[in-house]
């Protein structure tokens, strides 16, 4: 009795404490109801007589809420609107906009232009009356989200007299928060006191649970349509950006609120949640296969991380284009278009054209070609997108066996979670267009059937490395020296003998010469590229002739680390990792690794360009994670993984904002692929 005191006394404390928590939960719940339900993003706004020239730049900064759009009306009956004359409304949709004018009075033509694109023209002799243009908004360059709207006249034409000017963006967010998405509220409130009701007093009632169940089912769905619809509309614009984020935190709150209900709080049979009663069989069936079970928690941390690092250019931007306009995307997208073929129309887009034709022999064809074979499913874009997913998928899976197989680290499921986000430049990108995650992930295949003694698997896929990266040839090389090593091991076993034709013989011998059929495929693969390039531009050796300086390679090593390159002081940091990394795998006689590792590292000490993490990236698993693998394990390395990964989610996201295509480039790319 007295062991069970405290126990006793405690259970107060924790029902208390369970059932404030689900007070407070059903609380948020409704007041995310009710938050979705009351801000509706639509505005009236008055315009103020601006000066004697008059340009219409004054907007009250009172707004009162409506529902269908806005309504700009002048102070005064009508307002006297020069010849360019603009309206700024700090709004902005990425969906078809209605402009109704109403004037009073003018004569000649009158044209409407909205963030310099001509959306419509009012051309007769007495100009009094209403119109209406409907058009999907262009946002300028290097400016907020906003729309301007000028009145463009003819030379020496007189003024015009508007008396009103609405612009309707109800195509902007219905269904979404309109006077239709009543209905849909109304559901939800019925799901939400359906669940309610199942968790507490109907929990004897198993076939309410079961429609409480299927009810949040529906209900999960509907949050989940309206998060997206929330997602294209964006927070573009100060109108946008007051109803987005709170509209953004309710929906998504309601969306995992109801998950969790229905999932794991919810009884639906004998006591259980579906959570509980799929419990052990889950568990049981995981239990005996190690690797899908870390598949699957590898799926859900690619997912997430790839979630982080999309989700703050996709709202501010409301697309992912600024995402599949980072470079190398659109290169890697015009290569699979043209598939080389330097006639292709796409190739003689304005920013692309000013390069040589054989400047896209750099792009190596195994990422382009398959972006052209999934394309019928994803379209080119998608294809681009869920390829690198899979790809930085199947390389964390490769690194997890690899690492558990051969012993290189006691945590290898966490060593992995950490090899998706470090070094800097990896989490970029293997998830925007770029080569890096399909030359790793069949590196790490590769070296790994290597290791086995499965020389032709390993071959295979040292061929698709050959044909990802130009550098995936140091590959080949790092295998044939430690094939060379492994032999000239041998001959420290014995005394020390002079070199002579008999020890030739001898070496040749203890050679593995099976060893080779892992290599010989590379070269191989290597010509196949060149013949493809020879096709295509009539010149075989056309990736040794290109013009533009894109091969970076100078005899002189740290060539980088000159000031006027940028990021320089980065570099060294990472050459010194580059250099530790190898001599602790020389340090614990790990000679596969430390050969493969030199020939993959060694030719970016002697690059000049500014980027030289990304050109690091296919030797960092065999120079960083392994070597560091017992401190990346170790305690406070867990306890700063959380800051660690903020700070290269924050360099991260400046970055996407950068080293794009131009939009107006972007937009003529999109006519050809979708």
Not at 78 to 99: D, N, Q
Not at 290 to 307: E, G, K, M
């Amino acid at each position: 009795m007295v062991n069970n005191l405290p126990a006793l006394q405690a259970r107060p404390s924790d029902r208390l404490i369970k059932n404030l928590a689900w007070l407070t939960g059903w609380l948020l719940a409704g007041i995310a109801l009710v938050f979705i339900w009351l801000a509706t993003p639509v505005t009236l706004l008055y315009l103020l007589p601006g000066p004697p020239e008059n340009n219409l730049g004054f907007l009250d900064v009172e707004t009162t809420i409506q529902r269908n759009g806005f309504k700009v009306l002048p102070s005064n009956s009508a307002v006297l609107v020069a010849p360019g004359a603009e309206i700024g409304v700090t709004a902005f949709s990425y969906r078809p906009v209605t402009l109704n004018l109403t004037l009073q009075a003018g004569q000649g033509k009158l044209e409407i232009a909205v963030n310099g694109v001509m959306v419509g023209a009012v051309d007769r002799e007495n100009l009094a009356g209403s119109s209406s243009f409907r058009f999907t908004p262009q946002r300028q360059d290097n400016t907020r989200p906003a729309l301007h709207i000028i009145f463009n006249r003819p030379p020496g034409a007189s003024p015009v007299n508007v008396s009103r000017l609405d612009l309707d963006f109800s195509e902007q967010w219905q269904p979404w928060l309109s006077v239709k998405s009543s209905v849909g509220i109304i559901m939800l409130s019925v799901i939400l006191a359906f669940l309610a009701f199942a968790v507490g007093p109907g929990r004897r009632i198993y076939q309410l649970n079961w429609l409480g169940l299927a009810g949040g089912l529906a209900a999960a769905v509907l949050l989940a349509n309206w998060l997206g619809r929330l997602l294209q509309v964006g927070s573009g614009g100060a109108l946008n950006a007051a109803v987005f984020w709170g509209n953004l935190i309710a929906v998504a709150y309601l969306l995992v609120f109801i998950f969790l209900v229905g999932v794991g709080i919810l009884p639906v049979w004998n006591g259980n949640s579906a959570y509980t009663f799929t419990q052990p069989v889950l568990k049981n069936f995981l239990a005996g296969r190690p690797v899908l079970r870390a598949a699957l928690l590898l799926l859900v941390a690619n997912a997430f991380l790839t979630f982080l690092l999309f989700m703050v250019p996709v709202i501010q931007n409301s697309s992912f284009d600024t995402l599949a306009r980072y470079w190398d995307g659109p290169e890697y997208l015009a290569a699979a278009y043209s598939v080389y073929d330097p006639a292709s129309p796409i190739l003689h887009i304005p920013y692309f054209a000013r390069y040589s034709s054989l400047y896209w022999s750099t792009h190596f064809p195994l990422v382009p070609l398959a972006i052209r074979l999934f394309s019928p499913l994803f379209g080119y874009i998608g294809a681009m997108f869920v390829l690198n997913f899979g790809f930085a998928w199947g390389f964390a899976i490769a690194l997890y066996k690899f690492l558990r197989d051969f012993g290189y680290s006691r945590h290898p499921l966490w060593l992995t979670f950490v090899a998706l986000f470090l070094p800097l430049r990896w989490l970029i990108y293997h998830s925007v267009g770029g080569s890096e995650p399909a030359a790793l992930f069949f590196s790490v295949l590769c070296l790994y059937q290597f290791k086995k003694a499965n020389y032709w698997w390993a071959g295979l896929w040292g061929v698709c490395v050959a044909l990802a990266r130009p550098n995936g040839f140091f590959l080949g090389i790092g295998l044939g020296l430690w094939l060379i090593w492994q032999a000239l091991e041998q001959f420290r076993i014995g005394p020390p003998t002079p070199w002579n034709s008999r020890m030739l013989i001898l070496f040749a011998e203890r050679f593995n010469w099976k060893g080779v059929r892992a290599i010989l495929p590379m070269p191989v693969a290597l010509l196949a590229v060149f013949a493809l390039y020879g096709w295509q531009n009539g010149d075989f050796l056309a990736y040794l002739h290109i013009p533009e300086d894109v091969k970076h390679i100078y005899p002189l090593p740290f060539l980088s680390l000159d000031i006027g390159v940028g990021r320089s002081e980065g570099d060294f940091y990472y050459y010194g990792l580059e250099a530790a990394g190898l001599v602790l795998l020389w340090k614990k006689k790990r000679f596969d690794l430390f050969w493969v590792g030199l020939a993959l590292a060694l030719p970016t000490f002697f690059i000049l360009h500014d980027d030289v993490l990304r050109y690091s990236l296919p030797a960092f698993p065999f120079v960083f994670i392994i070597p560091f693998a017992a401190g990346l394990e170790s305690r406070p390395a867990r306890w700063l993984a959380a800051p660690a990964l903020a700070a290269v989610l924050i360099y991260s996201w400046s970055q996407l904002g950068t080293n794009q295509l131009d939009l107006a480039n972007w937009r003529e790319l999109l006519k050809f692929i979708g």
